[in-house]
């Protein structure tokens, strides 16, 4: 394959996240509505251009009152932020059709390099001709590097909210022509 560009199939594709809560258990979201830029050459990702953009207010964790307050000022501030941007640097092979992709990603105006760990899960024709591609990404941020830093101290000891945010990503595409 060459170098091309890929649309996302946001009914094939997700944004997914898990956070501790109450230091037993997890607490897990998505986020519904995001687009990327992807320019790939999916059999070797080394010179591969991603953009991602998450839309902060889409974010569903199955609780509305819960997701109304990650969008305060509190959280996310969605209002004065409303989207969280990734743009990648460069990728780095690791292994086969396993990469390291490192970029800066925005959240409520500070951006932080990242690296999160890729997998180019296979490419294909769909019943109508269409060139398809897969990939998944997963990797955590620590959300105090963001200013995200509400939470409540426990009788029992430590915190409500953990400071660590695993995000896992899938994602279908189909070239452009």
Do not use: C
């Not at 394959?1 to 501790?20: G, H």
């Not at 501030?77 to 059709?97: I, L, R, Y």
Request: no cysteine.
């Amino acid at each position: 394959m060459s170098a091309a560009k890929w649309l996302v199939d946001a009914s094939y594709s997700s944004i997914d996240f898990s956070i501790r809560h109450m230091m037993i258990a997890k607490v897990k979201g998505t986020f519904h509505t995001f687009e990327a830029n992807i320019e790939a050459d999916p059999a070797d990702l080394t010179t591969a251009s991603v953009q991602v953009s998450v839309d902060l207010s889409s974010i569903d964790t199955r609780n509305g009152d819960r997701d109304g307050h990650l969008r305060s000022a509190d959280f996310f501030d969605a209002e004065q932020h409303p989207k969280m941007v990734f743009q990648s640097t460069g990728f780095v092979k690791s292994g086969e059709g396993e990469y390291e992709v490192t970029g800066n990603l925005t959240i409520r105006g500070v951006t932080r390099e990242e690296t999160f760990e890729v997998i180019f899960e296979g490419a294909g024709k769909d019943p109508w001709g269409n060139e398809k591609v897969g990939f998944s990404a997963t990797g955590a941020i620590k959300r105090s590097d963001y200013g995200l830093t509400y939470n409540a101290a426990l009788e029992t000891g430590g915190v409500l909210i953990g400071d660590e945010v695993k995000v896992s990503i899938e994602i279908e595409a189909s070239k452009q022509a």
